[in-house]
């Protein structure tokens, strides 16, 4: 079954512990991109990737990293996480740029940072 | 940069009716689609339309792009129940970065 997973589903942590939340793809898609989605302002993309080794800021990249190591592959990275990152993340993937193609989502990922 | 608006940003109708959505863009686009989000839960493709087209039909959806006016609209025909979630307008700009932006959503309320 073609489909973007996310783990984990649900992370409760505190300020500034470290953590990553994995994302991959079945489809061999090659653009990949996270989004966060907040009440109020809707989906923002933080960073995409439009293959191995290639990646770009979206409108909200501080405080987020991301890789691109396996073309299956695009953790999201927040080294030092702040209250303010508290939201429900989503990873994506299409065949290319996400301006000409669908987009697959995954399930999402609901942050609570303390 | 927030690019789509939808309106109404909330609509609640009674089952078997028809619902319709509008969104309005700001710059030159590539494309524009329409995704439902039940709640919660990831965001699902319903319709991609280019902005050569003018028109596009997907079962009970048909979707409508007018580009002199920087506007689309999603309805939805026959209304179910499970139509009930937020439906997101995006666009994909023809120039810059390659990224779509989503606007607020409308939340839809189908009533039994």
């Known amino acids: 079954e073609a489909q973007v997973t996310q783990n984990p589903r649900y992370l409760i942590t505190v300020t500034g512990k470290k953590l990553t939340v994995t994302c991959s793809q079945n489809?061999?898609?090659?653009?990949m991109s996270w989004y966060r989605q907040d009440p109020g302002l809707g989906l923002r993309q933080i960073y995409y990737s439009m293959n191995v080794e290639v990646t770009d800021k979206g409108d909200v990249p501080e405080g987020y990293k991301v890789s691109r190591k396996e073309k299956r592959n695009f953790p999201l990275i927040l080294e030092s996480p702040s209250p303010n990152q508290t939201s429900l993340y989503f990873c994506?993937?299409?065949?290319?740029?996400?301006?000409?193609?669908?987009?697959?989502f995954g399930p999402g990922t609901r942050l609570t940072v303390t | 940069s927030q690019q789509g608006e939808e309106d109404p940003q909330a609509l609640s109708i009674q089952e078997g009716e028809n619902a319709t959505m509008n969104c309005s863009y700001k710059?030159?686009?590539?494309?524009l689609q329409w995704y439902r989000q039940n709640s919660g839960r990831g965001l699902v493709h319903l319709i991609l339309i280019r902005s050569n087209e003018r028109e596009k039909h997907s079962g009970r959806l048909r979707v409508t792009l007018d580009t002199s006016k920087k506007s689309s609209s999603l309805l939805i025909t026959a209304s179910r129940a499970a139509d009930t979630a937020s439906y997101f307008c995006a666009t994909g700009e023809s120039q810059g970065a390659q990224k779509l932006v989503f606007g607020q959503g409308t939340r839809l309320t189908i009533n039994p």
């Open positions: 710059t030159s686009i590539n494309n």
């Open positions: 489809m061999n898609h090659e653009y």
């Open positions: 994506a993937s299409s065949w290319g740029g996400s301006s000409s193609y669908e987009q697959y």
